[in-house]
């Protein structure tokens, strides 16, 4: 079964400083993977997805089938990047169903 | 566009009561789904329509129940409910199963 992995509820940087969010995936196939991003008061949205290889607000994330990772990356954080992060991975076998982490809360401090 | 529209916001049920979470989309998408988000939790599927007349399961239905009989709505029926099924309630919709899916702003449902 799929399975997605965010290891850190919280994650406090300050402005400027890199950020790296960990996501893990179990499936030993080919998934897709894609991070969501949640600002306060704001719906969940898609930030980037791993086919795309483009860069969204700054943010890329590459995707290691050696390490099942699919790490999200910010040289340099600002404030506004604060908010909640969800990692996910679809399959494409049968329902291409989403499956979610259980995100990560990112603050940078001024 | 308004996207995705989701009502009620906020809903305090008692246990045993029934009621319908709404979930409208403006984007004319095929797909659509019903997630819940338990604190602490990612979110789960409950149900999902691959258009109007089609729904199926989830990986968490039991106690709910969906209906599409248009393309625009995706209602969800909560019959009986229970303690579990307090949680933050999320529809999406996407044109097709590998697009992009688009989020409702949620409802926040407690059952006591």
């Known amino acids: 079964a799929q399975r997605v992995t965010q290891p850190e509820k919280l994650l406090s940087v300050f402005k400027g400083a890199p950020v790296e969010l960990k996501c893990n995936y179990s499936?030993?196939?080919?998934?897709?993977l894609f991070w969501y991003v949640q600002y306060s008061r704001q719906r969940l949205q898609l930030l980037l997805r791993?086919?795309s290889r483009e860069s969204i607000k700054g943010f890329t994330a590459d995707l290691n089938k050696g390490e099942t990772s699919f790490h999200l990356k910010k040289p340099f954080a600002q404030e506004e990047d604060s908010a909640m992060y969800y990692c996910?991975?679809?399959?494409?076998?049968?329902?291409?169903?989403?499956?979610f982490g259980t995100g990560t809360r990112l603050l940078v401090s001024p | 566009n308004a996207g995705v529209t989701q009502t009620p916001k906020f809903r305090i049920l008692k246990i045993g009561q029934s009621m319908t979470l709404q979930c409208t989309q403006d984007?004319?998408?095929?797909?659509m789904y019903w997630y819940r988000q338990d604190p602490g939790m990612g979110l789960k599927l409950i149900y999902y329509?691959?258009?109007?007349?089609?729904?199926d399961k989830g990986e968490v239905p039991n106690g709910y129940n969906v209906s599409r009989s248009t393309t625009e709505d995706f209602p969800l029926r909560l019959e009986l409910a229970a303690p579990s099924q307090t949680s933050v309630y999320f529809c999406?919709?996407?044109?097709?199963?590998?697009?992009?899916?688009?989020f409702g702003p949620g409802t926040r449902l407690t059952v006591t």
């Open positions: 996910a991975s679809r399959v494409n076998t049968g329902f291409q169903k989403l499956v």
């Open positions: 499936y030993s196939g080919s998934p897709e």
């Open positions: 791993h086919i």
């Open positions: 984007m004319n998408h095929n797909y």
């Open positions: 329509s691959v258009g109007a007349g089609i729904t």
């Open positions: 999406a919709s996407s044109y097709l199963a590998d697009y992009e899916q688009y």
